[in-house]
């Protein structure tokens, strides 16, 4: 079984402040995406990283895919309280199904 | 963008009564669609794969018999909750893969079960 270890699963910053979320497993994924969900909505993709080695840059965000395809991280720069909300990664998983398989999710609250 | 709607967005019901959720693919065709659960501020936990014309694939832990699936066509899958209980209540969330193209997959709004 593919599993995804997420960190940290709760984060309280200030406004301005940098932070990183990891995504971490022992499987080879083919591909990592990164979500982020407000309460009551589905989950909205920010990027999908497929080569090992990639940094995708997405305005504050950076994501970066391990060299080995089995890890991921999430770095916000200068956060604002409007990146508040639960961010996800998610791995496609090996096999032909296609199937996501999610990571715990990391709750970010930045305090104004 | 591609868009998958599901239906009831909430809905509250008496235990021991079965709900019905849906999830359609609005302007394309999915041959493989995809039931999550979601508990309060935790991250989706995959139910079952819903494939077109076939029987669904559940993952461990899950009851083939409490959640039925079904999906009848390539743009409608369908999540049947029977005889819930109050630990049913959860967010149910549906994704669809695009069969043609880049095979993208993309998130339903969820829906809210509340078994009273």
């Known amino acids: 079984t593919q599993l995804l270890e997420q960190s940290p699963q709760f984060l309280s910053i200030q406004e301005g402040e940098n932070l990183t979320v990891y995504c971490n497993s022992s499987?080879?994924?083919?591909?990592l995406q990164w979500y982020r969900q407000e309460p009551g909505e589905g989950p909205v993709l920010l990027v999908t990283v497929v080569t090992g080695g990639e940094v995708k840059k997405l305005k504050r965000l950076t994501f970066q895919f391990g060299d080995a395809r089995k890890d991921s991280s999430l770095h916000i720069t200068a956060a604002q309280p409007g990146d508040t909300g639960l961010y996800l990664c998610?791995?496609?998983?090996?096999?032909?199904?296609?199937?996501?398989?999610f990571g715990q999710g990391t709750t970010l609250q930045v305090k104004p | 963008g591609a868009v998958v709607s599901q239906h009831p967005s909430w809905v509250i019901c008496k235990s021991g009564t079965s709900v019905k959720i849906e999830c359609r693919s609005l302007d394309f065709q999915a041959t493989t669609m995809f039931w999550y659960r979601q508990f309060p501020k935790q991250s989706l936990m995959l139910m079952a794969t819903?494939?077109?014309?076939?029987?669904?694939?559940?993952e461990q832990g899950v009851e083939k018999d409490k959640f039925l699936i079904n999906h009848a066509s390539l743009t409608l899958s369908t999540l049947t909750v029977t005889s819930a209980h109050p630990e049913d209540s959860s967010f149910y969330i549906c994704?669809?893969?695009?069969?043609?193209?880049?095979?993208?997959?993309?998130f339903g709004e969820g829906s809210r079960l509340t078994v009273l």
């Open positions: 998610a791995g496609t998983g090996s096999g032909n199904t296609g199937k996501l398989i």
């Open positions: 994704s669809a893969r695009e069969t043609s193209g880049t095979g993208e997959l993309f």
């Open positions: 499987s080879v994924f083919s591909s």
């Open positions: 819903s494939n077109e014309g076939s029987k669904a694939t559940y």
